[in-house]
């Protein structure tokens, strides 16, 4: 790290044991500076599980979707042995990319689009023309790169660290609410929303973790119905936190909502319908509300630029939302959330920002700046 960069290192200690009555932002360097985003990616985006879909994406054998990774190029694809992998789709022959980003679908195989080398559902190489000849080359050999990957309660994990411990473990605390992922074929996935917005990781991150914008950049959206004055229950483990917005049921917006889902209380493991806000560190986000549960996968592809690939479950019969009803939109907000990140990363950027201080709502931000301060600094430590 460069010597003028050393201070934004050095200012990671001081939110180590910092009290929630003293709880502020990182500071604006933290947000914009490369060489310190070169640090998170190493130790953090490099070394961690992250969440990048839900198999209901890949239910058939040859199912597939690719994602650009932190610099990986890779698809989840299903195999005919019903195995799930994550393989990297870099051409074993010139580094040509035997899927594109974003490209989703199903095949029989992968053919590589510069000279038709092709690949079984398991990575395997199956066909390569005109290589008779060469000494070393055996297309047996031949296969496309795996990555670690977890299906944890039916949610894709993957980890570019190979020796990572596994993610389960982790998150053993979280087992029984996270059932409600894996809800079998008789629940689908809706709305598939993936979109790049410009701005810094961690202020996306952040605006996932507090309900307290809901009556600002959500007022005619979440706050109609799950208003910010409701922000209750703030809990947290070393690798998660979780927050709820209780539905005010004194609004008609959420008396709409649980009469369309057909919730009972239990259902969804809530005694009060909420949106219960669950944070896997570092930006793996999940929301279960009264007859549905979302996923927000969210990963930086710059220091300045963030992949939002985010889906829902919903049992299948479910009658879909009233397509006019905005408010009931869950996407619209993430709209909202993006569409204001611009503005935000323009702000970091300012010789006049400085970091402010947070309410107790914030506090699920509080324990994940903690989080990535231990994992740098741990980090930096062991490599002197
Ligand atoms: S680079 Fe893929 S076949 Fe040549
Ligand atoms: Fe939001």
Redesign the pocket.
Same mark, same amino acid.
């Given at each position: 790290m460069q010597m003028e960069e050393q201070p934004l290192l050095a200012a990671l200690q001081s939110y180590l044991d910092l009290p929630l009555e003293r709880i502020r932002t990182f500071e604006p360097g933290h947000y914009t500076s490369g060489e310190f985003y070169d640090l998170e990616v190493e130790h953090i985006w490099k070394k961690q599980w992250i969440n990048v879909g839900h198999v209901s994406e890949v239910r058939k054998p040859g199912d597939y979707f690719s994602i650009d990774l932190i610099g990986e190029p890779m698809m989840i694809v299903r195999g005919k042995d019903m195995q799930i992998r994550a393989l990297s789709t870099v =051409?074993r #022959?010139? &580094?040509?990319l035997?899927a594109m980003d974003k490209e989703s679908g199903n095949k029989n195989s992968f053919r =590589?689009p &510069? #000279? #038709?080398?092709t690949y079984a559902t398991d990575g395997k190489l199956v066909s390569a023309t005109y290589m008779e000849g060469h000494e070393e080359f055996d297309a047996s050999k031949v296969c496309l790169p795996q990555f670690r990957i977890e299906i944890w309660n039916d949610l894709i994990w993957v980890n570019l660290d190979d020796a990572a411990e596994p993610l389960a473990p982790r998150l053993s605390a979280l087992n029984d609410l996270f059932s409600v992922y894996s809800c079998g074929d008789d629940w689908d996935m809706t709305n598939l929303y993936d979109k790049v917005w410009p701005g810094n990781w961690k202020n996306f991150t952040e605006n996932n973790m507090e309900g307290y914008h809901h009556m600002g950049l959500h007022k005619n959206t979440l706050e109609t119905y799950s208003p910010t004055r409701n922000t209750a229950n703030v809990t947290y483990g070393e690798w998660w936190t979780r927050y709820q917005v209780l539905y005010d049921m004194d609004l008609e917006p959420a008396r709409d909502l649980i009469a369309q889902s057909n919730w009972q209380p239990g259902d969804m493991h809530q005694d009060e319908p909420c949106l219960d806000i669950l944070m896997v560190h570092p930006g793996n986000a999940f929301v279960i509300y009264p007859g549905g549960a979302g996923f927000y996968a969210l990963w930086p592809t710059a220091v300045d630029e963030v992949r939002y690939r985010a889906g829902s479950v919903r049992p299948g019969d479910m009658e879909r939302f009233d397509p006019d009803g905005e408010a009931y939109d869950s996407f619209r907000a993430l709209d909202e959330d993006g569409e204001s990140m611009p503005h935000i990363a323009r702000g970091v950027q300012s010789s006049r920002a400085a970091a402010g201080y947070l309410t107790w709502m914030e506090e699920p931000i509080l324990r994940w700046m903690q989080w990535i301060s231990r994992r740098i600094l741990e980090g930096e430590t062991a490599k002197q």
């Amino acid at each position: 790290m460069q010597m003028e960069e050393q201070p934004l290192l050095a200012a990671l200690q001081s939110y180590l044991d910092l009290p929630l009555e003293r709880i502020r932002t990182f500071e604006p360097g933290h947000y914009t500076s490369g060489e310190f985003y070169d640090l998170e990616v190493e130790h953090i985006w490099k070394k961690q599980w992250i969440n990048v879909g839900h198999v209901s994406e890949v239910r058939k054998p040859g199912d597939y979707f690719s994602i650009d990774l932190i610099g990986e190029p890779m698809m989840i694809v299903r195999g005919k042995d019903m195995q799930i992998r994550a393989l990297s789709t870099v =051409c074993r #022959h010139r &580094y040509m990319l035997v899927a594109m980003d974003k490209e989703s679908g199903n095949k029989n195989s992968f053919r =590589c689009p &510069y #000279h #038709h080398w092709t690949y079984a559902t398991d990575g395997k190489l199956v066909s390569a023309t005109y290589m008779e000849g060469h000494e070393e080359f055996d297309a047996s050999k031949v296969c496309l790169p795996q990555f670690r990957i977890e299906i944890w309660n039916d949610l894709i994990w993957v980890n570019l660290d190979d020796a990572a411990e596994p993610l389960a473990p982790r998150l053993s605390a979280l087992n029984d609410l996270f059932s409600v992922y894996s809800c079998g074929d008789d629940w689908d996935m809706t709305n598939l929303y993936d979109k790049v917005w410009p701005g810094n990781w961690k202020n996306f991150t952040e605006n996932n973790m507090e309900g307290y914008h809901h009556m600002g950049l959500h007022k005619n959206t979440l706050e109609t119905y799950s208003p910010t004055r409701n922000t209750a229950n703030v809990t947290y483990g070393e690798w998660w936190t979780r927050y709820q917005v209780l539905y005010d049921m004194d609004l008609e917006p959420a008396r709409d909502l649980i009469a369309q889902s057909n919730w009972q209380p239990g259902d969804m493991h809530q005694d009060e319908p909420c949106l219960d806000i669950l944070m896997v560190h570092p930006g793996n986000a999940f929301v279960i509300y009264p007859g549905g549960a979302g996923f927000y996968a969210l990963w930086p592809t710059a220091v300045d630029e963030v992949r939002y690939r985010a889906g829902s479950v919903r049992p299948g019969d479910m009658e879909r939302f009233d397509p006019d009803g905005e408010a009931y939109d869950s996407f619209r907000a993430l709209d909202e959330d993006g569409e204001s990140m611009p503005h935000i990363a323009r702000g970091v950027q300012s010789s006049r920002a400085a970091a402010g201080y947070l309410t107790w709502m914030e506090e699920p931000i509080l324990r994940w700046m903690q989080w990535i301060s231990r994992r740098i600094l741990e980090g930096e430590t062991a490599k002197q």
